[in-house]
């Protein structure tokens, strides 16, 4: 059974930090599987912030960068969002996903197969 299970989703103040981690399991996702995260807030659609390529080349977006960062550990098949700074509109539910069916670093909620469960972030004023 393919999972992804994420973790390490909490509450913190604003200004805080959170390192989220997403672990694969089963054998159809790749260890360097293109991954990413989407948080999606209630009332909107999921969107990306970061996404990492199986070679470690990273995209993230603009309103997150210098913020957020992604990385990857194909030995464990995990990859991890280190949150900083946090402000109170990062609250979302955070999900990550594997395997994009299009080019890695551009793709969008629709092209990824896998999801995980997600993780709650909520950051307080």
């Known amino acids: 059974q393919v999972q992804l299970v994420e973790s390490g989703g909490g509450s913190v103040q604003a200004g805080g930090s959170l390192r989220l981690s997403c672990a694969a399991s089963?054998?159809?996702?790749?260890?360097?599987?293109?991954k990413s995260w989407f948080p999606q807030a209630p009332g909107k659609e999921r969107e990306r912030v970061a996404i990492?390529?199986?070679?470690?080349?990273?995209s993230v977006e603009d309103s997150v960068k210098g913020r957020f960062t992604i990385s990857r550990d194909n030995g464990r098949n995990m990859v991890y969002l280190e949150m900083s700074s946090l402000i109170p509109e990062d609250t979302a539910m955070y999900y990550c996903?594997?395997?994009?069916?299009?080019?890695?670093?551009?793709?969008?909620?629709?092209?990824?197969?896998?999801w995980g469960q997600g993780t709650q972030v909520t950051v307080s004023s």
């Open positions: 089963g054998w159809i996702i790749s260890s360097d599987a293109c």
């Open positions: 996903a594997a395997g994009s069916r299009g080019s890695c670093l551009d793709g969008s909620a629709a092209d990824f197969i896998y």
């Open positions: 990492i390529d199986r070679d470690g080349r990273i």
